[in-house]
């Protein structure tokens, strides 16, 4: 049974920076897809990024371009989302999500979701 359990969540100034983790375990392939969503208070749920195992590609909402960044750690079976300029607008739930052997692009997978999801951890932008 695949479990993603996210960490580094928080409070941070507008133009900080968090780094948030998403510890992977239960894999039982070497062929997913995990990436990042988010979910504000009142609003549906939005792909921030994502990456590819086979190949390692990556893609990200036009709204975080730029300003963050995902990575792995497979010894570690972690993935980790480097957010640096953040924006009060940033605030959210960061929910983990992975699908193991994926038939899309990460791109349809980071506009539809996955298959499994982690409980979230909260991140707030003070302005």
């Known amino acids: 049974e695949v479990q993603l359990v996210e960490s580094g969540g928080g409070l941070v100034q507008a133009g900080g920076s968090l780094r948030l983790s998403c510890a992977a375990s239960g894999f039982g392939f070497d062929d997913y897809v995990i990436g990042w969503f988010r979910q504000a208070p009142g609003k549906e749920r939005e792909g921030v990024s994502c990456?590819?195992?086979?190949?390692?590609?990556?893609y990200y909402a036009d709204s975080v371009k730029g300003r963050f960044t995902i990575s792995s750690d497979n010894a570690k079976n972690t993935v980790y989302l480097q957010m640096n300029s953040l924006k009060p607008e940033d605030t959210a739930v960061y929910y983990c999500?992975?699908?193991?052997?994926?038939?899309?692009?990460?791109?349809?997978?980071?506009?539809?979701?996955?298959?499994?999801w982690g409980k979230g951890t909260p991140v707030t932008v003070s302005s």
């Open positions: 999500g992975a699908t193991t052997t994926p038939y899309y692009s990460g791109l349809w997978y980071l506009n539809n979701g996955m298959d499994t």
């Open positions: 990456r590819m195992s086979e190949d390692g590609s990556t």
